[in-house]
């Protein structure tokens, strides 16, 4: 435990004593806080929890940043968002776990990652891991689970795969590097939990989105447009994370929600208010009663959250509902939540590009460039013949897709496809799911500096388009993206259909 000891503290005062007898100042120049990398390692190393496991939790839920001792609208504070609101008190327990003051850990860095480590061993304690498991980053799934306080389990599930994708894609951040690694997500009961990072679920109005209702308490059942005419588009910042707004809108003490929520590293779209309904969004009641309301994962005052695939779907689903209701695509219409009358918020922030923003709702969100290669894709696609072929799902894209063993050697399937011409390009992945498939698929892309390995979860996710992120890559045609089979995961590892777009 971090707790001061009382003889600590009188060792503290005697070392002054000595000081002054020596004539040096008794009161030296406080400490500068800790890099964060340092802070990590000792927030892992004094409770026992992987490091790049707490980096990667702290990363999916504010990547990194402590906004100033700021809190989220869920009422988490600090890089671990250590919450504190009528229903989840999961600050004041970092407390009593730390014996440091609840101030501390919302304005201090450090202590705020002590406080993250410290709550995240509890839950694992809670659960039984003993110091062998504790050793297996996969068998934390559930403790990471029980950290982002959902509301129901696949909320829960949608939060923890959100931390494991990022074990397996690797990121970096604030002098904080989580190179890519193979970890088999040991989900437990979350695994018979639905899938909210898969395809569309029945019942959301918008094709692309997945369906997650509010809480009743949380919105006005109505009538629109029947009752109301809906001709306002609000544009909204979560301020926190796209599982933890979900799981927020389902909260009874939340007293908020909105239409939809936007997802910041892939797009990915949950509806969670009919648009009959009214959100309770905007902080006005006139311009709830005549808006939609799209939340979009991240916080005002980091523009990393902001990615090309937000834009791009947020875009779309503008659009979308722009056409459906007859609302001009314009900035009168398509407002920040900011320029509500009587607003007391600043989102979407100055970081958020209205000029791109505008000219994908306006001029379509397709990319100046993209191509995409299926495994059925004549003279683009090359494995050997230990790839066999299967159409047992229908998350396939086309009319098959390729499947073969983990292996001692990489053995790749690869997609053949030209760049034309050299830079930055969005890689993306789209392969069915399925429990008995790669629990750590090794996605292979050739970067101009070098091959670079990205590892998927399989057993989730299926159906959609995937990020692995994006690569500086070489003009020409040549192999871009692999598939290998070399990983200490369980499962057959799949092969499907590879798309990569610019601009």
Request: hydrophobic letters at 40%; proline letters at 6%.
């Amino acid at each position: 435990m971090f707790a001061h000891s009382r003889p600590a503290v009188l060792a503290a005062f005697a070392l002054a004593a000595l000081l002054v007898l020596a004539g040096r100042p008794a009161l030296a120049e406080p400490e500068p806080d800790p890099p964060l990398p340092a802070a990590l390692d000792r927030a892992a190393g004094e409770y026992g929890v992987p490091r790049d496991l707490l980096a990667a939790l702290g990363y999916a839920e504010t990547r990194l940043d402590d906004h100033g001792g700021e809190p989220s609208a869920s009422g988490g504070y600090g890089m671990m968002h250590l919450v504190s609101n009528p229903t989840t008190h999961a600050l004041e327990q970092a407390a009593e776990l730390t014996g440091l003051p609840v101030g501390k850990l919302r304005a201090d860095a450090a202590s705020n990652v002590l406080g993250g480590a410290a709550l995240l061993r509890a839950h694992a304690d809670a659960l039984g891991l003993d110091e062998t498991a504790r050793k297996d980053m996969g068998r934390w799934y559930q403790a990471v689970a029980k950290y982002g306080n959902a509301s129901s389990p696949e909320t829960a599930r949608l939060y923890a795969d959100a931390v494991y994708e990022l074990l397996g894609t690797g990121f970096s951040a604030r002098g904080v590097t989580v190179a890519p690694q193979v970890v088999t997500a040991d989900r437990g009961p979350y695994a018979q939990a639905p899938d909210l990072g898969a395809m569309a679920a029945p019942g959301a109005e918008y094709p692309s989105a997945t369906w997650v209702a509010a809480r009743p308490s949380n919105y006005t059942a109505a009538n629109r447009p029947s009752s109301r005419k809906i001709d306002r588009v609000v544009v909204h910042v979560t301020q926190g994370s796209y599982a933890g707004a979900i799981s927020w809108f389902q909260n009874p003490a939340a007293k908020v929600s909105a239409h939809y929520v936007i997802k910041s590293s892939n797009g990915a779209v949950t509806q969670m208010v009919r648009h009959k309904d009214v959100a309770w969004h905007a902080g006005n009641r006139d311009y709830n009663h005549r808006s939609i309301g799209i939340e979009h994962e991240g916080y005002v005052s980091n523009a990393a959250w902001f990615t090309d695939a937000m834009y791009r779907a947020s875009a779309a689903l503008t659009r979308h509902l722009c056409e459906k209701y007859g609302i001009p695509k314009d900035r009168r219409h398509i407002i920040a939540h900011r320029e509500v009358p009587g607003a007391t918020h600043t989102d979407p922030g100055p970081h958020w590009n209205w000029t791109t923003y505008m000219k994908y709702v306006t001029g379509g969100s397709t990319p100046a460039w993209s191509a995409t290669t299926d495994n059925s894709t004549a003279g683009r696609f090359t494995a050997s013949a230990n790839w066999k072929t299967s159409a047992y799902s229908g998350q396939r894209l086309g009319p098959d897709y390729r499947f073969a063993s983990p292996a001692s050697a990489a053995d790749p399937a690869w997609y053949r496809m030209k760049v034309p011409a050299t830079g930055r390009y969005r890689v993306e992945v789209r392969y069915p799911a399925h429990p008995g498939y790669s629990s750590s698929a090794p996605y292979i892309v050739a970067a101009s500096a070098g091959n670079t390995t990205v590892y998927v979860d399989q057993r989730s996710g299926g159906g959609v388009w995937r990020s692995l992120g994006t690569f500086t890559l070489k003009a020409g045609t040549y192999d871009v993206v692999g598939v290998g089979r070399q990983t200490s995961g369980t499962g057959y590892v799949i092969a499907d259909a590879v798309r990569i777009s610019r601009g």
